[in-house]
């Protein structure tokens, strides 16, 4: 099919460079990852937010918010990234609340898991996927 | 789950646009203070658009709050750095910046006149050859790159002073000349794309080119914080870009026909506010 | 490393237990590790690996940061001020750097 480029920019619409297909293999690492962190232990779903955008204007700088009430840690991971490990937070006897907020790189759309360690020894997870798109011109 | 990738030619769009961007009324406030013109207008010359926008606009929500605050602003980290280059003794003359311009704030309102007409040397000039002409000749020190760290840095700092100003380019007189020859460029068709400046910005602004929501080019927000390099790019240097991607061969970054293109486009974004150090995707 | 900056934002003052945002910054190019040069050698990694912040001595937040965490790393967290005191920050190099900010904090 011939597309002038007028109607093929208009077509755009977004849809034609998102790449759905997930990022990376690294679906075993998160698992392995994972354990590490919870000892085994069995993790509940939920009791964490995980705040991030459905889609990131750009994948160097993804702005992404965990928060879980009365955790002593979180553990943030991105499935599809060459490493998954993003970032530990460790809240001390001063946090005052166990929320934090920070800026991420993602290298295409993929799963951001968090995973809480709660004061009583238990663990809870969430995961929600950002879509990483390429850009036209300008990206 | 299986997907499949999708090529331009054969979809509609999958995911809404209005689902991330950002509220058209949203209101571009910096630091509580300062309120800034993101859409306006357009200028007399500019007959075939009804209202300009700045590029603000065209970002999702997330992006535009980081410049709502100059904490948050990542590009206020080189504005810092500028400020120590500012005060600091360079080159034979044993001179800073400050030596004569006391502080940065003296240049409040210069960054939106700026590119203008500078008489003694018969020329329009932007914000870089006037700091390399202090640099030069009266620090006697070296000139910066065009787009070396510390010239990025200064333009930032000295676009920063102006915000909330609002942007007022001359185009008659001395300068005609030179904005003629920037309004070619911007209607010229380049590369092997064949697209113009216009192509995308006045023609398709609004619309997507792969996953790009396409603003109107504006640069009242240059030197800009690309969230793509983590770090401040100039106009130049975009324009070079973005004729590149048309897989053409671009002007040189600091070239006469950059300085007139340059010209024409801010004087396109007249009655918009200086936003610059912002925040772009 | 050269221009590594710290920079904080905290309240000056505030009551006795309350709970505040605090929102720091360092520029830092955070090198992946992933990147590769224009001879194709890849750039070696360095980075901030992890960032604390305590008050009067105690703790309170300690992040370990891997290289996905973005060029100049952006924290905002809540902190719980019991009285009036020192915020240490401390942000540790790859490269066995050590940069710190202070602020003090007035509980009225």
């Known amino acids: 099919m011939d597309f002038t480029r007028r109607e093929t920019l208009a077509l755009g619409a977004g849809a034609a460079a998102l790449t759905l297909l997930p990022v990376g293999a690294s679906a075993a690492s998160v698992d392995e990852l994972v354990n590490e962190f919870t000892g085994g232990a069995d993790v509940a779903d939920g009791g964490v937010t995980l705040d991030a ?19 002593a840690s979180i553990m943030v991971l991105a499935a599809g990234n060459p490493t998954p490990p993003v970032a530990t937070f460790n809240f001390g006897p001063l946090a005052g609340s166990s929320s934090a907020s920070t800026r991420i790189r993602l290298a295409g759309t993929q799963d951001v898991i968090a995973v809480a360690k709660m004061a009583d020894g238990s663990f809870a997870r969430t995961s929600k996927e950002v879509k990483v798109t390429i850009g036209g011109c300008g990206g | 789950m299986k997907f499949k990738t999708m090529t331009a030619a054969a979809t509609l769009a999958l995911m809404t646009p209005a689902a991330v961007a950002a509220d058209p ?5 910096i630091n509580g203070q300062i309120e800034l013109t993101t859409e306006t207008e357009a200028p007399e010359h500019l007959d075939r658009m009804r209202t300009i926008r700045s590029g603000w606009t065209f970002r999702t929500e997330d992006t535009q709050v980081l410049q709502m605050d100059d904490f948050d602003n990542p590009a206020m980290i080189y504005v810092d750095e500028a400020r120590d280059a500012w005060y600091a003794t360079e080159g034979a003359a044993d001179q800073s910046c400050a030596s004569c311009h006391e502080d940065p704030e003296s240049l409040e309102g210069l ?3 700026l590119p203008k007409w500078n008489e003694e040397a018969g020329k329009v000039y932007t914000a870089e050859m006037y700091v390399n002409e202090c640099r030069t000749e009266r620090m006697e020190a070296e000139p910066w790159g065009w787009d070396s760290q510390e010239m990025k840095n200064m333009t930032a700092l000295i676009s920063s002073v102006s915000r909330g100003e609002t ?4 185009i008659d007189g001395p300068v005609r000349e030179t904005w003629e020859r920037g309004k070619e460029i911007y209607y010229s068709r380049y590369g092997q794309l064949e697209l113009s400046c216009a192509t995308c910005h006045e023609d398709n602004y609004d619309n997507y080119i792969r996953a790009d929501h396409l603003s109107q080019g ?4 240059f030197p800009t914080y690309r969230l793509k390099q983590a770090n401040l790019v100039s106009m130049h240097n975009r324009f070079n870009g973005c004729i590149r991607d048309t897989r053409g061969v671009p002007y040189e970054v600091g070239s006469d026909d950059f300085v007139a293109l340059e010209l024409y486009v801010a004087s396109r974004g007249n009655g918009l506010s200086v936003e610059g150090p912002a925040v772009r995707n | 490393m050269a221009n590594v900056r710290p920079r904080v934002r905290t309240p000056r003052s505030a009551s006795a237990g309350e709970v505040v945002s605090i929102k720091t910054l360092i520029s830092h190019p955070m090198e992946s590790g992933q990147r590769k040069d224009s001879q194709g050698n890849t ?5 901030i690996n992890r960032f604390t912040c305590d008050f009067n001595g105690e703790s309170v937040l300690d992040v370990t940061m891997e290289p996905a965490i973005s060029t100049n790393p952006y924290f ?3 902190v719980k001020i019991p009285e009036s005191g020192d915020f240490q920050f401390t942000w540790y190099d790859d490269d066995g750097s ?6 003090t904090v007035e509980v009225s």
């Open chain 1, 53 to 71: 955008p459905e889609i990131a204007e750009n994948g160097n700088t993804v702005p992404i918010s965990v928060s879980a009430e009365g955790a």
């Open chain 2, 25 to 29: 009324d949203a209101k571009l406030v």
């Open chain 2, 167 to 170: 942007v007022d380019v001359q």
């Open chain 3, 76 to 78: 905002e967290f809540e």
């Open chain 2, 218 to 221: 504006q640069i009242n927000g």
């Open chain 3, 43 to 47: 750039i070696p990694r360095q980075i």
């Open chain 3, 98 to 103: 050590v940069y710190e900010d202070t602020k």
């Open chain 2, 111 to 113: 960054r939106a006149q």
